[in-house]
């Protein structure tokens, strides 16, 4: 199973989501993380980012800043949007109704609907990238658990 995670610029909230569930599951699956603008592409997750994920046990240091393509709907079989916009941006891009069933709000996985947006920390400081890793987290387990029952 490949499962992509998305936020807008991909130096923040997708690459600790993916850190977080490459941690939780078997390495038959493949995780990955993109963004929607190509603003930051190339460049490595934000600092906090990746200070948060190493403070517990994960390393993003090596993750490369990506904007999401067509090709990204085909391949992957899930993929899970960080808030709102991003949800928007990524179905406006769904080119059938295959595509668009494979893409839902990260935070949905918690039963949550009316609480599905996973905060942008990037004007934020540490306090605010540790909330985000706790969200995350949850959200993580709760796919884990979906996918491997």
């Not at 994920?53 to 090709?71: E, F, L, M, W, Y």
Request: glycine share 6%; proline share 4%; with cysteine.
């Amino acid at each position: 199973m490949k499962i992509l995670m998305v936020c807008l610029g991909n130096i923040c909230r997708s690459p600790l989501a993916e850190g977080i569930m490459k941690s939780k599951l078997p390495q038959d699956f493949f995780v990955d993380s993109v963004g929607t603008i190509s603003q930051h592409e190339g460049e490595h997750p934000d600092k906090r980012a990746i200070k948060t994920a190493a403070n517990h046990g994960i390393d993003i240091s090596k993750q490369v800043s990506r904007p999401i393509t067509s090709a990204d709907l085909n391949s992957f079989d899930k993929i899970y949007c960080m808030d709102i916009d991003v949800y928007e941006d990524v179905i406006s891009k769904a080119k059938n109704e295959e595509q668009r069933q494979k893409i839902s709000l990260f935070l949905e996985e918690l039963g949550d609907h009316e609480n599905a947006e996973v905060p942008d920390p990037y004007w934020g400081d540490m306090d605010d990238f540790e909330r985000v890793y706790q969200l995350l987290d949850k959200g993580c387990n709760a796919i884990r658990n979906k996918l491997i029952s």
